[in-house]
């Protein structure tokens, strides 16, 4: 086969099928033509679940769980106009307060001359509804997002730990009592030091994913009525923009070469193998067909014989 001036090799039709099977497999194997493109993912190892340093876990009949816990965080993000951005936050703060939660950061800045106020409230996960309520009455509510995911099982995981390792401190304990000589106290202090050392982090792990349920988030930006347009143009960065469009512009260019390299090392050789393996299975199976063929009387030619008069 010519295209120009350049000559493509021909393939018989066994090459053609092997050829076919071998993509096919390898895609198969792959998972799919973009893993075998662009190639597996790179990232970490997968941890096995509950590997945590070789840590015992918790396991299904210890009583860790029981079957009406369900621990969230939560978290809200509003964007709300009023008419008096101050009495809002006053009137808000006050509400927040009584419902036992707190203002834990604010940030207020004026753009020409239009004052905006981003204030951060933690409210306990009893009243978080209230509080969601409260903040859309208070004014025209322009954006609006709330957000939940589960933290049981890994409050559950972190208790396990810990009573283990509180076990494990208490029969530290209980052997430093007995030990009688320096190399059997010093021992059993440095496997007490590691257990110690392990309690602390896992009960930090611990109380910071509690506090999250304890105490849900809510962010809001107040601003004036009439400020919609100001906030639709609010941090626009041309130089920023640009510089987006083309780091997009390289990230597409790479994936395009990615492809191209994983095309000519993976793939090619994989057909090439794939239409030789073909071949040369035909050439051996082709005989073998056609004595077949022969021995049953299939497609043998009877041939006539013309006589001129």
């Known amino acids: 086969m010519k295209i120009g001036s350049l000559t493509l090799p021909t393939f018989s039709t066994p090459a053609k099928v092997g050829l076919v099977a071998a993509l096919v497999l390898a895609l198969s194997a792959s998972?799919?033509?973009s893993p075998l493109l662009f190639g597996a993912s790179t990232g970490a190892a997968p941890q096995e679940k509950g590997d945590m340093g070789g840590v015992p876990t918790a396991v299904p009949d210890d009583g860790a769980v029981t079957?009406?816990?369900i621990d969230l965080v939560r978290t809200g993000t509003f964007s709300?106009?009023?008419e008096d951005v101050d009495a809002s936050l006053t009137k808000l703060t006050n509400l927040i307060k009584s419902q036992g939660g707190y203002v834990s950061g604010s940030y207020r800045y004026t753009d020409s001359s239009t004052p905006y106020l981003t204030v951060t409230f933690r409210v306990p996960a009893t009243s978080f509804d209230a509080a969601v309520l409260a903040l859309r009455a208070e004014g025209t509510v322009l954006s609006e997002q709330i957000s939940s995911y589960e933290v049981t099982m890994q409050l559950v995981d972190l208790e396990a730990r810990l009573r283990n390792l509180r076990a494990s401190e208490a029969a530290l304990l209980e052997l430093m009592t007995q030990a009688t000589t320096v190399s059997d106290v010093l021992s059993v202090q440095t496997?007490?030091?590691?257990?110690?050392?392990d309690i602390e982090s896992y009960d930090a792990q611990r109380a910071a994913i509690a506090d999250q349920v304890a105490m849900t988030t809510i962010s809001v930006t107040i601003?004036?009525?009439?400020?919609?347009?100001?906030?639709a143009t609010n941090g626009f960065d041309l130089r920023k923009e640009v510089a987006l469009a083309?780091?997009?512009?390289?990230?597409?260019g790479r994936t395009?070469?990615?492809?191209?390299?994983?095309?000519?090392?993976v793939v090619l050789p994989i057909a090439l193998i794939g239409a030789l393996a073909g071949g040369l299975l035909g050439r051996v199976l082709t005989p073998l067909?056609?004595?077949?063929r022969r021995l049953m009387g299939v497609g043998v030619a009877t041939k006539r014989t013309v006589r001129r008069r």
């Open 289 to 292: 067909v056609a004595l077949l």
């Open 31 to 33: 998972g799919g033509i």
């Open 191 to 197: 496997q007490l030091t590691a257990v110690r050392s």
């Open 67 to 69: 079957g009406d816990r």
């Open 246 to 252: 083309i780091a997009n512009l390289i990230s597409v």
């Open 80 to 82: 709300l106009e009023v």
């Open 256 to 265: 395009v070469i990615v492809a191209a390299i994983n095309l000519v090392i």
């Open 223 to 231: 601003s004036p009525i009439g400020s919609s347009i100001g906030n």
